[in-house]
């Protein structure tokens, strides 16, 4: 486990930029995203105020936000006191905050990047063409192709490691509760990320385009092959796995035999370019160490 952490923190300090979060004399940032929170911090410029800040390190957890990092409320209830002692030059935003557009533009100028968007096929391709956007509204330009070119780079180190490894197809859930989970698959960015590094996502239907679909346990049995690994993230709520051990449901899936079932640490399924390096990390880990 702590060869584990050890590499998935290297691989989190392989993302930023040296020197990391260095004091910058340029833009306040506020971003009301997680992925693009991330991102920010990549290209060197950590943002003065995000929302939701108490969960980073529930979901996020990697690359960690400095101290001075504000919480603004959550971002469908943001704290607009604190937005306006902030002083900030740009707010980051997404489609999925379009109703909150008219009350944030008095206060600075409105940044909206498109990522999880209908009709946007593949996410980490989005994730990637956003991150260049991004750089060219703050003036990040070759930080962001440096950040580009070292991502692309470990997503090909963890391919080479897994290279001749007789390596099972996975499913990739989070758990809602005993009998549901959210299932990942194309054109989601853990998806993207499998395929970036190799592995076969056991999970071959389509999902909508946030990358997921809610399925009912039982649906687990219409993967069929045998080899198949189910990988649960990290938080699951506390009750599932000892509902699970004791359901006959579950005692007829393949999933409850031993070896064909894991628990990875959160990795932020709705991110970007860095989350996706992340979920590499950990995965390539845990391939690693069971084949």
């Not at 584990?4 to 989190?12: E, I, R």
């Not at 009709?119 to 580009?148: C, D, V």
């Amino acid at each position: 486990m702590r060869r584990s952490f050890l590499q998935c923190a290297a691989a989190a300090a392989a993302m930023m930029p040296k020197p990391v979060f260095a004091e910058m004399a340029g833009l306040r940032i506020v971003s009301l995203d997680y992925g693009l929170s991330s991102t920010l911090l990549s290209l060197g410029l950590p943002p003065v105020g995000i929302s939701d800040l108490a969960d980073w390190g529930r979901w996020v957890v990697e690359p960690v936000l400095p101290s001075s990092v504000i919480d603004i409320g959550s971002a469908n209830e943001i704290n607009f006191e604190i937005l306006v002692q902030l002083k900030p030059d740009i707010i980051l935003t997404t489609p999925y905050l379009n109703e909150l557009l008219s009350r944030l533009q008095p206060f600075a100028k409105v940044v909206r990047l498109e990522v999880f968007t209908p009709g946007a096929g593949p996410i980490l391709p989005a994730a990637i063409a956003a991150t260049r956007r991004l750089a060219a509204e703050i003036g990040r330009q070759n930080e962001a192709e440096e950040f580009l070119a070292r991502s692309d780079a470990f997503f090909e180190s963890c391919r080479n490691r897994l290279s001749g490894r007789k390596l099972p197809p996975v499913a990739l859930v989070n758990f809602m509760d005993a009998r549901h989970a959210r299932i990942y698959s194309a054109p989601g960015l853990f998806h993207n990320a499998l395929e970036r590094i190799g592995v076969r996502n056991a999970w071959e239907k389509q999902s909508n385009y946030w990358g997921f679909e809610t399925i009912g346990i039982e649906e687990l049995s219409t993967i069929k092959d045998p080899d198949a690994h189910l990988i649960a993230f990290a938080p699951i709520p506390p009750d599932v796995l000892p509902r699970l051990a004791d359901s006959p449901l579950w005692q007829r899936l393949p999933f409850s035999q031993p070896g064909h079932f894991s628990v990875l640490p959160p990795a932020l399924m709705f991110g970007m370019v860095n989350e996706a390096v992340r979920f590499a990390a950990l995965l390539t880990e845990l391939l690693e160490k069971d084949s």
